[in-house]
């Protein structure tokens, strides 16, 4: 059996995507799952054993020279490997017109089906008229966490019962050559930056957690994304005696920093994520978003603390440290 799955976006979207392949091979063993994926996230959707190819989408790269030869000839070359299988099934979880225009593109088997969202979530991206390309549309509650949402459309494709937590299944990053910034003790990290300034943590809360971590003898590691956020990053620094900012790093260096954490603690963003899916011990901070709606909620080493508009304190931050990593 194929099976196509269309999810191009976001990163921290990519990652909550992931368990619908460890469910289709559960329950579909003779599944052979493609994955369409925007090209600066192939790399991760290969660290899934269970993905047999990934196909790199680069919309948002073409749609700035769609008149060049260049450009329409990757494209015509997108469109030339969708169509090399035949795909039983066609599966969009994300619920966009590009993302519905990727599935009628997909050749389907005889008897193929292509199934998609019936409906948005609570402040999800969601377009209707995705709808049109539809075999058939799975409703969805419209409180349904990120990571069941996918879960949910594909289980209803393949007619099966969702009866365990996610898993991920990643196999962990090529570490080798070891890169120069990546400390041999274990060490912390924290994902402190994110696009919305209003789901940032206080800076001083974080100086003041860097300090309990240097009671433990652990260095904090700084990445960045951004000139503004590389700034953020030096200023806490400045602050901080064990951290250290780190370089700019690729996509597969921050998956590596996330994987080889002792101790993540991160903003609602998809490097914290990253860490949670690969279960490491990880602090997950909500301080404008819905708990709710992406909380690492399948591993106890995951703790998540704070709400929109209910930002964690220090205290809550300091015990689920102790929780993680034993007392001081």
Known sequence: MNILLVRVSSLGDVVHNMPIVAD???????????????EGYTALVRLNP????????????WRKSLTSAATRAEMSTFRRRLREVE??????TQG???TAIVMRLALLAPAG??????????????????????????????????V???????????????????DFNLSAPPATPRPHWLPAQPFAVFFHATARAAKQWQAMHWVTIAADLAARGMPVLLPWGSPAEKIAAEQL?????????????????????????????GVDTGLTHIAAAFNRPTIELYIDSPRWKTEGNWSD???????????????????????????P
């Open 113 to 146: 089906r292509r199934i998609g969202l019936a409906n948005a979530t609570e402040g999800s991206g969601y377009e209707a008229i995705s709808r049109i390309f539809h075999t058939s549309s799975v409703p969805v509650g419209v409180r349904t966490h990120a």
């Open 87 to 92: 795909y039983d099934f066609v599966i969009d």
């Open 96 to 98: 966009l017109l590009k």
């Open 50 to 61: 269970g993905v047999r190819n990934v196909i790199p989408f680069a919309l948002r790269r």
């Open 237 to 265: 620094a400045a602050q901080m005696p064990n951290a250290r900012v780190l370089p700019k790093l690729s996509m597969m260096d921050a998956v590596l920093l996330a994987h080889e954490a002792a101790l993540a603690i």
């Open 148 to 166: 069941e949402r996918g879960r949910v459309v594909a289980a209803a494709a393949l007619g099966y019962a969702l009866d365990r937590p996610a």
């Open 301 to 327: 080493n995951i703790i998540n603390l704070g709400d929109e508009g209910q930002a964690p304190g220090i205290d809550a931050v300091r015990g689920a440290m102790t929780e993680l990593l034993g007392a």
């Open 24 to 38: 289709l091979l559960r329950h579909v063993p003779e599944a052979r799952i493609d994955w369409v994926v925007e």
